[in-house]
């Protein structure tokens, strides 16, 4: 079957991002489902591939946003049908979440770090450089669900890529683009603002190198 993406965004401003510019290279149609917009997870979708983006609320957010739950649900029944499953920051820890582990305030992370590929690192993250950088936003972590896999780490934050069968939990933002930097950027402070203006040419590339790996090995068949 043809892949089909479907893309949950939770926030405006944290749309797919270079994720979006490969899908179109390789003309694989998608349809984002903007929750912010609609506030609800649709009963019926056409597709066979499932992203869930980043956003500033937690996973525990359930009473707040009530679709938190409704994705868990669905991320749930879509791994045990075999559907691939990608999960970007607050969307790594809906699967984590949706699989029985602990999500909750950690050191935050903001900018670009870099992390370390796990010794025994399965699938598409055993090609991975042995470290490797990616862009940070986020103040909470996550446990690796029973079973899962830990597939990256890093310094302050351990747990920063996980496999749990056919999804992939990825804490850091490997769909990045300058034109998102720029205006994630515009909120932070100065200091952070020179460092991420600094740091962005040295690791952008390499970082859309990555994400290129990630999204092919996605978008394969199931």
């Known amino acids: 079957m043809d892949?089909?993406?479907?893309?949950?965004?939770?926030?405006?401003?944290?749309?797919?991002?270079?994720?979006?510019?490969?899908?179109?290279?390789?003309?694989?149609?998608?349809?984002?489902?903007?929750?912010?917009?609609?506030?609800?997870?649709?009963?019926?979708?056409n597709a066979t591939h499932l992203v869930f983006m980043g956003g500033f609320m937690s996973v525990n957010d359930e009473d707040e946003f009530p679709w938190l739950k409704e994705e868990k649900e669905l991320i749930r029944r879509s791994v045990k049908t075999g559907q691939n499953v990608l999960g970007i920051c607050l969307g790594a820890q809906l699967i984590a979440s949706a699989h029985g582990a602990r999500v909750y305030p950690f050191v935050r992370e903001t900018g670009w770090h870099v992390?370390?590929?796990?010794?025994?690192?399965?699938?598409?993250?055993?090609?991975?450089?042995?470290?490797?950088?990616?862009?940070?936003?986020?103040?909470?972590?996550?446990?690796?669900?029973?079973?899962?896999?830990?597939?990256?780490?890093?310094?302050?934050?351990?747990?920063?890529?996980?496999?749990?069968?056919?999804?992939?939990?990825?804490?850091f933002h490997m769909e990045m683009t300058g034109a998102i930097i720029k205006e994630w950027s515009n909120d932070l402070r100065k200091?952070?603002?020179?460092?991420?203006?600094?740091?962005?040419?040295?690791?952008?590339?390499?970082?859309?190198?990555?994400c290129r790996m990630v999204a092919e090995d996605f978008i394969r068949p199931a």
């Open 115 to 171: 992390l370390n590929r796990a010794a025994d690192a399965s699938g598409i993250f055993s090609k991975f450089p042995e470290q490797f950088p990616v862009f940070q936003l986020h103040g909470e972590t996550f446990g690796i669900p029973y079973r899962g896999r830990l597939l990256a780490y890093g310094k302050n934050v351990r747990n920063q890529a996980f496999s749990y069968r056919n999804a992939l939990g990825l804490q």
């Open 3 to 45: 892949p089909k993406i479907a893309i949950f965004q939770h926030v405006k401003n944290e749309p797919s991002g270079y994720l979006e510019t490969i899908f179109r290279e390789r003309n694989i149609p998608f349809e984002y489902f903007r929750l912010y917009d609609i506030n609800e997870v649709p009963r019926t979708l």
């Open 191 to 210: 200091h952070q603002q020179a460092v991420i203006a600094r740091d962005t040419p040295r690791f952008l590339a390499e970082s859309n190198r990555l």
